[in-house]
């Protein structure tokens, strides 16, 4: 698949070649920051301005309209040689929600079917709507459309992993991170009653800030270090998942977990930038459980 690529995410990969085919691989996602120190690397360091690409407008523009101008990268695996493009929209935000989401749902059911992104829950839950919006990850449901109409917002997908198609992330890779912590109880003594495991109040209160992760991978996309190390580099978001197991006092594979953990790339390249704890929907804080990591790691 061919598309956007930045090369600010790989200049330091050794191991990979700096100059591919773009008619044979799949781009990755960025925003106008981060290609901006891409420019004249390659010929689609960035998507084609709005600019340079036509309006799709309010259908229906009501007699006291208030119009907001919508940027959308768009870019489909049906037609790979193309470049990527910011594609404009314009809405009637009193005929629109209040969320991103509801200008995305909008524009898919009423201006361009075409349009593509994932959604479900709508409620903050389930991490699918994740994206970049006006330079923030965030999820589309829970941020809220700045009611400055003169202000323009611009929509990309997660930044720096490869785009399936418009606003969809390829989201294998950190699915295959994740399943490498195995994410799991492992406890090998059934207890007396044959009933769950349990644990003291105190316990359970060590899990608060980890289990309400929803892995919409907001953190780890905003992470250089994971740009630059993500084959090996687990990222804010697995990280803080398998510290959520590691502080779990039922679990029985604390020293499996930790070896697994032990080299000098699946923690240690986390360097404290805290662009995870910043962007976090859920307010959570990876940037704490990775430090927790490394600090059993270091006392163990």
Request: proline content about 8%.
């Amino acid at each position: 698949m061919a598309a956007l690529r930045t090369s600010t995410s790989r200049l330091l990969a050794t191991s990979r070649p700096i100059f591919r085919s773009t008619a044979i691989c799949r781009g990755y996602a960025t925003v106008d920051p981060i290609s901006n120190l891409a420019e004249g690397m390659t010929s689609s360091s960035r998507p084609v301005p709005p600019s340079k690409t036509s309006t799709v407008k309010e259908p229906t523009p009501g007699k006291d309209a208030k119009i907001k101008t919508f940027h959308i990268y768009r870019w489909s695996p049906d037609t790979p040689t193309e470049k990527p493009k910011m594609q404009t929209y314009t809405l009637d935000l009193n005929k629109t929600g209040p969320m991103v989401l509801d200008a995305l749902i909008r524009i898919k059911n009423e201006v361009d079917p075409t349009l593509t992104f994932r959604r479900s829950c709508r409620e903050g839950i389930c991490g699918s709507c994740a994206m970049n919006i006006d330079g923030v990850n965030t999820l589309a449901c829970l941020c809220r459309i700045p009611t400055d109409t003169k202000a323009e917002s611009r929509i990309y997908p997660l930044p720096h992993t490869y785009v399936v198609k418009d606003l969809v992330p390829d989201l294998t890779q950190l699915y295959k991170q994740y399943k490498s912590i195995k994410p799991y109880l492992q406890n090998d003594i059934k207890t007396p009653d044959g009933k769950e495991n349990r644990q003291t109040p105190a316990d359970r209160k060590k899990l608060d800030g980890l289990y309400e992760c929803i892995l919409c991978f907001c953190c780890s996309t905003s992470c250089p270090s994971y740009w630059w190390n993500s084959e090996e580099y687990l990222g804010p978001a697995v990280l803080l998942q398998s510290y959520r197991w590691l502080a779990d006092s039922r679990d029985q594979r604390t020293a499996e977990r930790k070896a697994a953990m032990d080299n000098s790339m699946s923690v240690y390249r986390c360097h404290t930038i805290l662009n995870c704890t910043r962007t976090c929907p859920k307010g959570l804080n990876p940037a704490k459980a990775i430090t927790e990591i490394k600090k059993a790691m270091a006392f163990s």
